[in-house]
Nanobody
Framework: QVQLVESGGGLVQPGGSLTLSCVVA????????MRWYRQAPGKERELVAS????????DYADSVKGRFTISRDFAKNMVYLQMNSLKPEDTAEYYC????????WGQGTQVTVSA
């Protein structure tokens, strides 16, 4: 059974940093493209970052390129999102999932960027 548990969110001032973690159970992250998404209130869920199964290739939404970095630990079966230079518009609930065949969405982790 696929399980995804996100953590690491919080309240941070503009310009600050956070690192999100996603614990994955039920499959090996090396066999899937792994992705971080976010959803702000009243908006649709959007793809933020993705990384290939065994490749180092990563892709980012234009809005976070140069500020966010996706990474993973195969031994721990975990995916991370390092977020730097945070902006108020980064405020959202953040989720991880695999592609294709996404599993049930986890509870997400809330990131709030505010002075």
């Amino acid at each position: 059974q696929v399980q995804l548990v996100e953590s690491g969110g919080g309240l941070v001032q503009p310009g600050g940093s956070l690192t999100l973690s996603c614990v994955v159970a039920g499959f090996a992250i090396s066999t899937y493209n792994m992705r971080w998404y976010r959803q702000a209130p009243g908006k649709e869920r959007e793809l933020v970052a993705s990384i290939g199964g065994r490749t180092i290739y990563a892709d980012y939404a234009d809005s976070v390129k140069g500020r966010f970095t996706i990474s993973r630990d195969f031994a721990k079966n975990m995916v991370y999102l390092q977020m730097n230079s945070l902006k108020p518009e980064d405020t959202a609930e953040y989720y991880c999932n695999r592609f294709p065949s996404p599993g049930r969405w986890g509870q997400g982790t809330q990131v709030t960027v505010s002075a």
